[in-house]
């Protein structure tokens, strides 16, 4: 089988990135490609792919999974994705229970077992990209101006409920719709809305703790305008695992979903900022044939 690993450099920790390529040296069935820039893994991805490699590895963080996924989606039944997980997040590798160790990950490229797994479609006017782990929108603006680097660190897209604890009467004048599957749009009082196909987002936390990489639907959860108290109860319970149960939590299992606003609501892509222009997620289901750790399961254990 001839492998092609396409490295982000930057993700991580050097010591990481320097494990993987020594355990690579001498290695004739497999090559490394450091990116040097944004964008550069979806372009190697789909060279990778045009030379007819096997297997296709994404070795860094979610975005650059994203960004290697993006670039098979010429032929997504030509090639298997690999991931060795080499960011601070690694959260689709955490659902699909890959290895930490980048000398162990690189052994399960050829002896793990491989599954298919679903993709998130997403479509603007301009753009149609595809999500793997997790897409997460939220108002940014005045919410954005309240948060510090440490906080999204930390919390990744959730930071908007704790930002918003001091511009929530700002946030009211919002109007957002959302439309499931086919159906007509209705307006709904969003603050955050994640779309989830992988369970977790900023390195573990359970934003959509139901989700099942393989069943076909993508879990939609939309957390409520509240009171300062309502927020922090909601960041609470997501910090324990469980905040699906809290009353200011929507949560439904669609195969698609249309979501508009206005103002707009940022989203964000497995990490990497999108757009604000009215968005559109489908599944795909099945679509991506990829190698999982040993301990894997689709079904979550809630």
């Avoid at 964008?39 to 190697?44: D, T």
């Avoid at 070795?59 to 999974?65: K, L, P, V």
């Amino acid at each position: 089988m001839r492998i092609c690993i396409i490295m982000n450099p930057n993700a991580g920790s050097a010591e990481r990135g320097e494990a993987l390529r020594e355990a690579v040296a001498g290695r004739s069935d497999m090559i490394i490609r450091e990116t040097r820039r944004p964008g550069e893994a979806r372009e190697l991805a789909a060279e990778a792919l045009r030379s007819g490699y096997e297997l296709i590895v994404a070795a860094g963080g979610d975005g650059t999974i994203n960004e290697v996924v993006n670039g098979l989606a010429a032929d997504f039944e030509q090639a298997t994705l690999g991931i060795i997980p080499l960011g601070t997040g690694n959260d689709l590798a955490r659902t699909l229970a890959l290895p930490d160790d980048p000398r162990e990950a690189l052994a399960l490229l050829t002896e793990g077992v491989v599954r298919r797994i679903d993709l998130i479609k997403i479509e603007t006017a301009n753009t149609m990209v595809y999500g793997v782990n997790a897409a997460a929108g939220g108002f940014s603006g005045q919410v954005d101006e309240a948060l510090s680097d440490e906080l999204k660190a930390t919390w990744g897209p959730l930071a908007y409920l704790i930002g918003a604890v001091s511009v929530l009467p700002d946030l009211t004048g919002y109007e957002t719709s959302i439309a499931w599957e086919d159906g007509p749009f209705e307006r709904v009082e969003a603050l955050n809305v994640v779309v989830g196909n992988g369970r977790t987002v900023a390195g573990g936390l359970q934003v959509a703790p139901t989700a099942n990489p393989e069943d076909g639907l993508l879990d939609v959860v939309i957390v409520r305008y509240g009171s300062v108290v309502d927020l922090v109860g909601v960041a609470a319970r997501l910090l324990a695992g469980n905040y699906l149960n809290s009353e200011q939590v929507y949560h439904r299992q669609v195969r698609g979903v249309r979501i508009t606003s206005r103002p707009g609501m940022w989203f964000n892509v497995d990490g990497e900022l999108l757009t604000k222009e009215p968005i559109t997620f489908s599944v795909q289901p099945q679509a991506l044939r990829v190698v999982v750790g040993p301990t894997y399961t689709p079904s979550p254990a809630v």
